[in-house]
């Protein structure tokens, strides 16, 4: 069976600090990886996504996620933190390419220090 | 555009008591999902359907229904509520996947409360 894991439940930063938000996953075949992004109240907004190719994936508001199929990680990382970017922090596998059975980890909340 | 659309975005409910949680979207997308979000435990799966007339259980299915009509319409019904059903629902819908990654879409969520 599928599962994620988020090691960190919370992980605080100084704002313009860097940030590495951890992931591994296990499937028994190659997985379908995303990281999605929850403000407070919202719903989920998708950061990036990974199935084959390049192993360092570039996604939205200057995330960038790099997939280690001999770690079974998918670590989420950014260069320099914003105050914006507090919230919480899903990884997710998904099977064949489709996300209509999504298996997430348990979230990463995020918060950020001026 | 509308994208994912929930409702009611609030909703306190009586033990015992039943209701239907709404989900429409306006993508045509041909997957859909229901989802629960407890503190501490992430997303996991309630149902969810491929087409219309398709659907499946996901991981916590018992206590909630699920019929899909229509491509724009996935109802989440709960049959008699309880306490434990306490949580936030949140809609998903997603491409089939042909070329590469189809990612999932979700909505503002339903905030339920059983007292």
């Known amino acids: 069976a599928q599962s994620v894991t988020q090691p960190d439940i919370h992980i605080t930063v100084s704002e313009g600090a860097s940030l590495e938000l951890r992931c591994n996953y296990s499937y028994g075949a190659t997985p379908y990886l995303f990281w999605y992004v929850q403000s407070p109240g919202q719903g989920l907004q998708l950061l990036l996504k990974y199935f084959s190719g390049d192993t360092l994936v570039q996604g939205i508001k200057g995330f960038e996620a790099e997939f280690k199929r001999s770690q079974s990680s998918f670590n989420l990382r950014k260069p320099s933190v914003h105050w914006s970017d507090a919230a919480e922090y899903f990884c997710a596998v998904g099977a064949q390419g489709g996300s209509e059975k999504l298996v997430f980890g348990k979230g990463t909340k995020l918060t950020v220090n001026p | 555009n509308a994208g994912v659309t929930q409702t009611p975005k609030f909703q306190v409910l009586k033990t015992g008591q039943s209701m239907t949680l709404q989900c429409a979207q306006d993508?045509?997308?041909?997957?859909m999902s229901w989802y629960r979000q407890d503190p501490g435990m992430g997303l996991r799966l309630i149902h969810y359907?491929?087409?219309?007339?398709?659907?499946d259980q996901g991981e916590v299915p018992n206590g909630y229904n699920v019929s899909r009509s229509t491509t724009e319409d996935f109802p989440l019904r709960l049959l008699s509520a309880a306490p434990s059903q306490t949580s936030v629902y949140f809609c998903?819908?997603?491409?089939?996947?042909?070329?590469?990654?189809?990612?999932?879409?979700f909505g503002q969520g339903t905030r339920l409360t059983v007292v």
């Open positions: 998903a819908s997603s491409k089939q996947p042909g070329q590469g990654i189809a990612e999932a879409f």
């Open positions: 993508m045509n997308h041909e997957y």
């Open positions: 359907s491929v087409g219309a007339g398709i659907t």
